[in-house]
């Protein structure tokens, strides 16, 4: 146990540990509520918690009270969405919370998904690319037929060299393969060359392949680098392509009345990825896949007989299968409406103020400090430095800088490579999603990551 925002010792530690206390996980006789008493004895503290000052490495916000209690009733009353006689009024919610998110991206009511993250809305939304670029390309229908011989390794997808891994991921999955998304170089500040895409459609053009997508990230993982979305909307709609905006950081700020415009752009997409469980104090998960065309879905509805017949449906039952590329799931926009009107856009308008100012207060400290390098200006709210070694490689001197605060259970501080990888390119990072965080804290939290940064910083051997 540490003051920390996770457990001391190590991996290794902690397995045996867990191990020792957990397992076997099916004992020959059950162990009755003791066991449950001791789950809740050991977690809290033995878990990376989100909601500490010193947990500022990744996507992974602290959950906000309220979603999480509208969470815990979800799972008493356990609704499923895949039909109305599963779930009644939580299906009413969805379709709600779809429709007023969506006009908050697109400008006018579009349709959508509720997913488990941004992997599956990106997945989702190359899916519903691939499908339509095949249908004008190629005139078939791939849900029915699959892929086309004439069409293999003719498909490409373009998007940025720092996008997140689940686009070329979704590339394979859906029979593209990852040779299919094709790369764009960054400018310094990490946001896609606009000229280099334009280039590059021209080029695929010119080759008799297919533009499938054009995908912008607003927000990347790293740098918060927001793609300039109206020039890129602007070569997939010359090219016929679909764009779809990664949103899965950025988005959040479609909830900030202050922010919302640094997305401008992004109502020309025919989709977008949103995570609430990222820039939005959701519990994990809460992803979203929304679609400026109410009927963009309308490919993937399915009609069964257990779920949804159709005079159930003439009687006014709706079928649910057109919502989601899953069957069996949860109602997570529960949590969400409850979170949304708790807070309201007020609300979270201050709560991603405060985020900003703290992101630019760590800037400026890390600025004002000798023994750090600012790698970047920060875009949204995360923060790219590392320490100036003196002695060891700067490489290894952060990266085991980082490894002793995690054994030590002091600090979750992130770990990253600026683009095109290689020595030198290592990089510590904050992301600042806490909103009740203080200064104070970024203060201390600068000085561990010093010390320990020092301690590390003897000749490599
Ligand atoms: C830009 C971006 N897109 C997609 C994802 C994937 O989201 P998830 O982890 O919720 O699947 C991430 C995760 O960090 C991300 O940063």
């Known amino acids: 146990m540490s003051g920390g925002p996770l457990p001391a010792g190590g991996p290794a530690a902690l397995e045996a540990e867990v191990r020792a206390a957990f397992t076997p996980v099916l004992p020959p006789m059950g162990l009755g509520a003791w066991s449950l008493d001791v789950l809740i004895g050991y977690l809290p503290t033995h878990t990376v918690r989100p909601a500490h000052p010193y947990a500022?490495?990744?996507?992974?916000?602290?959950?906000?009270?309220?979603?999480?209690?509208?969470?815990?009733?979800?799972?008493?009353?356990?609704?499923?969405?895949?039909?109305?006689?599963?779930?009644?009024?939580?299906?009413?919610?969805?379709?709600?919370?779809?429709?007023?998110?969506?006009?908050?991206?697109?400008?006018?009511?579009g349709s959508g998904s509720i997913t488990s993250g941004g992997t599956e809305s990106n997945h989702f939304a190359l899916l519903l690319a691939r499908d339509a670029a095949l249908a004008r390309a190629y005139a078939v229908d791939p849900a029915e037929t699959g892929i086309p011989a004439a069409a293999a390794g003719r498909l490409r997808i373009l998007t940025s060299e720092v996008a997140h891994f689940s686009v070329a991921r979704a590339a394979a999955q859906l029979g593209l393969g990852e040779r299919a998304v094709i790369p764009v170089p960054v400018q310094e500040d990490h946001r896609l060359d606009a000229a280099a895409l334009s280039q590059a459609a021209k080029r695929i053009a010119a080759d008799g392949d297919t533009l499938v997508a054009v995908v912008a990230t607003a927000g990347t993982t790293d740098a918060g680098a927001i793609d300039p979305l109206t020039e890129c909307a602007s070569v997939a709609r010359k090219h016929d392509a679909w764009f779809h905006v990664d949103a899965a950081y950025g988005g959040g700020l479609l909830l900030s009345n202050v922010r919302r415009s640094m997305l401008a752009g992004i109502e020309l997409a025919d989709s977008a990825t949103v995570d609430l469980h990222k820039f939005g104090w959701q519990p994990i998960p809460a992803g979203l896949l929304l679609t400026r065309d109410p009927q963009a879905l309308a490919p993937i509805s399915r009609r069964v007989a257990y779920l949804s017949d159709l005079d159930d449906e003439a009687a006014g039952y709706p079928n649910l299968l057109g919502r989601s590329l899953r069957t069996t799931r949860r109602p997570d926009a529960v949590k969400i409406l409850a979170a949304g009107r708790h807070h309201g856009l007020d609300g979270f308008t201050q709560m991603i103020e405060s985020c900003f100012a703290q992101t630019a207060h760590v800037a400026a400290a890390i600025e004002a400090r000798p023994e750090f390098e600012l790698a970047l200006r920060p875009a949204l709210t995360t923060v790219l430095f590392r320490y100036r070694a003196r002695n060891g490689d700067p490489d290894r001197v952060n990266a085991e800088a980082r490894r002793a605060l995690l054994a030590a259970g002091s600090a979750v501080v992130g770990r990253t490579a600026l683009p095109g990888g290689?020595?030198?390119?290592?990089?510590?990072?904050?992301?600042?999603?806490?909103?009740?965080?203080?200064?104070?804290?970024?203060?201390a939290l600068l000085d561990l990551v010093a010390a320990a940064a020092h301690a590390c910083d003897v000749p490599s051997s």
């Open 422 to 443: 290689g020595p030198g390119s290592l990089r510590l990072k904050f992301t600042l999603l806490r909103p009740e965080t203080t200064n104070a804290e970024l203060d």
């Open 56 to 109: 500022a490495a990744h996507l992974h916000c602290p959950p906000d009270p309220v979603a999480v209690e509208a969470d815990q009733l979800v799972a008493a009353l356990n609704p499923s969405q895949d039909s109305w006689d599963q779930s009644a009024a939580a299906s009413v919610i969805e379709a709600c919370v779809i429709e007023e998110y969506s006009a908050l991206a697109f400008g006018a009511p």
